[in-house]
Nanobody
Framework: QVQVVESGGGLVQAGGSLRLSCAASDRTFSRYAMGWFRQALGKERECVAAISWSGFGRYYLDSLKGRFTISRDNAKNTVYLQMNSLKPEDTAVYYC????????????????????WGQGTQVTVSS
């Protein structure tokens, strides 16, 4: 089973930036599409961004309006979420998830499409 670990969350003022990192390890060396999700208290979990195995296919939540960028470095087995111009409504626990896929362009945006999840990292944006 793949191990997924997020880091980089914290407290930031509105307008600030954070970069989340997700380190994935798998003793079978399988390929994975990856996604970032967030869940605020009392709200449904939503997909913030997703990326295919190669990085050629990418998805972003429309409401983010280009503020977030997902990227990956397969040589380091790491996926990143760069978050700029943060707003209080971005406050949530952010989760990294992995779905088995070796397709260059396919990504996934539904929680039940992912089998492996990290523990989550808290992002709090103050006004």
């Amino acid at each position: 089973q793949v191990q997924v670990v997020e880091s980089g969350g914290g407290l930031v003022q509105a307008g600030g930036s954070l970069r989340l990192s997700c380190a994935a390890s798998d003793r079978t060396f399988s390929r994975y599409a990856m996604g970032w999700f967030r869940q605020a208290l009392g709200k449904e979990r939503e997909c913030v961004a997703a990326i295919s195995w190669s990085g050629f296919g990418r998805y972003y939540l429309d409401s983010l309006k280009g503020r977030f960028t997902i990227s990956r470095d397969n040589a380091k087995n790491t996926v990143y979420l760069q978050m700029n111009s943060l707003k209080p409504e971005d406050t949530a626990v952010y989760y990294c998830a992995a779905a088995a896929s070796d397709n260059d362009y396919y990504y996934y945006t539904e929680s039940d499409e992912y089998l492996y999840w990290g523990q989550g990292t808290q992002v709090t944006v103050s006004s």
